[in-house]
């Protein structure tokens, strides 16, 4: 009798290999997608924070000289609680004019985080 044997099509063992090969892929792809996903809720929390900074800063500028006193608050955004705080130094740098150091401080399932900035106000 003669066996038939064909050269075309994989054998069991090179379908297996490939499979394995291709989990391989899937699974790294979905860790990448699961790393990227976690980053970008981190920036979009952080943009929020900056957000809120920004708007603190405005407030304060948008105030009379004589006004412009140290103070803390809240803001929520996102399910995400923004402690602002700012503090006020007169007279600083030089003469006439204040200085003030704004914080904002969140927490997220990244842990806890602070951005400061300052800015000058004068007379």
């Given at each position: 009798?003669?066996?038939?044997?064909?050269?075309?099509?994989?054998?069991?063992?090179?379908?297996?290999?490939?499979?394995?090969?291709?989990?391989?892929?899937?699974?790294?792809?979905?860790?990448?997608?699961?790393?990227?996903?976690?980053?970008?809720?981190?920036?979009?929390?952080r943009t929020?924070?900056v957000e809120?900074?920004?708007?603190?800063?405005?407030?304060?500028?948008?105030?009379?000289?004589?006004?412009?006193?140290?103070?803390?608050?809240?803001?929520?955004?996102?399910?995400?609680?923004?402690?602002?705080?700012?503090?006020?130094?007169?007279?600083?740098?030089?003469?006439?004019?204040?200085?003030?150091?704004?914080?904002?401080?969140?927490?997220?399932?990244?842990?806890?985080?602070t951005i400061?900035?300052?800015?000058?106000?004068?007379?």
């Amino acid at each position: 009798m003669r066996r038939l044997r064909s050269n075309r099509g994989f054998t069991l063992i090179e379908v297996v290999v490939a499979i394995v090969m291709l989990t391989f892929g899937v699974l790294a792809s979905a860790t990448l997608t699961a790393a990227l996903m976690r980053s970008n809720r981190g920036v979009t929390n952080r943009t929020r924070a900056v957000e809120t900074l920004r708007l603190k800063v405005e407030d304060l500028q948008s105030l009379n000289y004589s006004e412009i006193a140290s103070g803390n608050d809240t803001a929520t955004i996102g399910g995400i609680t923004y402690s602002r705080a700012w503090a006020v130094t007169p007279n600083s740098p030089a003469a006439n004019l204040k200085t003030v150091t704004l914080t904002v401080s969140w927490g997220d399932r990244q842990g806890n985080h602070t951005i400061t900035n300052q800015t000058i106000r004068a007379q």
